[in-house]
Every structure is written in C-alpha cells, then in structure tokens.
C-alpha cells in the first residue's frame, strides 16, 4: 500500500520539477531530488529506494546514524545530513554521510575534515548561509561566506560542492523567490574568486513548498519531504 502511494507522490514531485524546469528552460538532469525520511522508519525509505530514489536525507544526526546502519547493505545510497549540525555529533556521520548541507562555521568545517580524515574520507559539504529573516540563527551571515571559503579551501578531507539556504517559511512561495536569487548570487560570486579545491556548483534549496520556486531560480538539489512521504506525524 504505501509502495503505491509512494509511487504516485514520486510521480507528482517529478512532474512538478519538470514543469518546473519548462519554465525556464531547464534540463530536469541537473537537478537532485534528496528525499527526506525524516520521522519516517528504515521500511518508509526501503520502499521509496525500491522506486528509484538514490539521495536521502534527514536533519538529526540521532535518526540518521541509525538508519544509515541498518541499510548500510545498500552501497548506492547517498546520505544527506541537513539539519543543524552540532560539532561534537559529527565524529558519529563521517564514516558514511555523503553530504553535509548544514555547515554554517569554521570550527564544524574542522571538525568534519579531521573526521573524514580518520575515516579515510573526502565529505562532500555546503555551506549553509542565512537567507531568511525569519531565524538569524541557521546559517552564516553572507559577508563571512568568502572568509569561511578561504579557509576551507586548505583542508584535504572536505570538497565544499556550493551552498545551502532555507528560506522563511511562508504560504506564498514568490515571497521567497528574493531570498532563493541571493543565494545563487552569493554563489556566483564566489565561483569567480578562483578556489583551489571547492567545486562549488551546487545549491541545495527548495522543499514541498517552494520547489518550482527554488528551480527557477538555479537549485540543483532539492529537499523534499512531505510531498513524498505524507505528511508527518511530529516534527521538530
Ligand atoms: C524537513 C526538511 C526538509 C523537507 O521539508 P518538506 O517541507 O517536508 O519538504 C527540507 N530541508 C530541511 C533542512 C528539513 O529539515
């Protein structure tokens, strides 16, 4: 039962990207679609990953570190951390977590690089910049974006792919368009300054709410939860 009911919210979200992407000519292969389980048990993701899916994602480390274990089996998942990163938590991530999309400081920077190089690991970060108005609290502010960039620039163990916002939450999606552009233009701008390691072509924006938003405006992974897997019971 939940097979088909997985199957026609996966339909749907796909078929809101790519009219998302005829839009504004976009080709739908560019863009990433994270799926994320959070709150919801390992046999919620068995069943989405048994329709395709590749990318998921969860925001604590406690529900992710688990789940991570009991599909461990299955090499082809890419884990995604997204939620607010507490420092002494990451040491639990780094031997498996692909992504990390919630690093918003130097000291999580360092600490991700020093884990990953004792796992033996390159983690792949974004670094999460404060676009919203709503909470001056996830996110660094965009002025210290090309200091933190600079330093990172120097550690072996991380691959800093772009960035990642959240936008304030809202009913009315073109509310939040401005606050999507500023990212893309905070990342275009830090393309041109020339890094050694970053790749920096990534920006991981837009959930069930704002997704054709976020397209518009140059996501290339999107984070979506509720539209695929219902919505949730608790949420924190
Ligand atoms: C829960 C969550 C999402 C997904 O939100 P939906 O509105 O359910 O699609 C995306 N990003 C983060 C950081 C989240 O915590």
């Not at 979200?13 to 994320?36: H, Q």
């Not at 600490?111 to 676009?131: F, M, P, S, T």
């Not at 990642?164 to 905070?186: H, I, K, Q």
């Amino acid at each position: 039962m939940a097979f088909e009911y997985y199957h026609q919210n996966l339909q749907e979200v796909k078929e809101r990207i790519a009219r998302a992407c005829v839009s504004c000519n976009r080709n739908p292969d560019e863009i990433t679609l994270i799926a994320v389980s959070k709150t919801n048990p390992v046999e919620a993701i068995q069943a989405m990953r048994a329709l395709g899916p590749l990318h998921f994602g969860e925001n604590k480390v406690q529900e992710l570190v688990p789940k991570m274990k009991a599909l461990d089996e299955d090499k082809q998942i890419n884990w995604h951390m997204i939620g607010t990163l507490q420092t002494n938590k990451i040491k639990y991530l780094a031997d498996r977590v692909d992504w990390i999309h919630s690093v918003p400081k130097l000291k999580a920077l360092k600490e991700i690089d020093k884990r990953a190089e004792q796992a033996g690991r390159v983690i792949k970060v974004l670094i999460q910049v404060n676009i919203s108005e709503e909470d001056q609290k996830s996110g660094c502010d965009p002025a210290e974006l090309p200091g933190l960039l600079l330093k990172a620039d120097e550690m072996q163990h991380i691959t800093v792919m772009g960035l990642m916002g959240m936008a304030t939450f809202s009913d009315d999606p073109e509310l939040v368009r401005p606050e999507f552009r500023l990212l893309r233009e905070l990342l275009e701008l830090e393309q041109k300054r020339g890094y050694k390691s970053h790749q920096l072509t990534h920006l991981s924006m837009g959930m069930t709410n704002d997704l054709e938003v976020a397209v518009q405006e140059g996501a290339t992974m999107l984070r979506i939860g509720t539209a695929l897997f219902g919505k949730r019971a608790v949420d924190f």
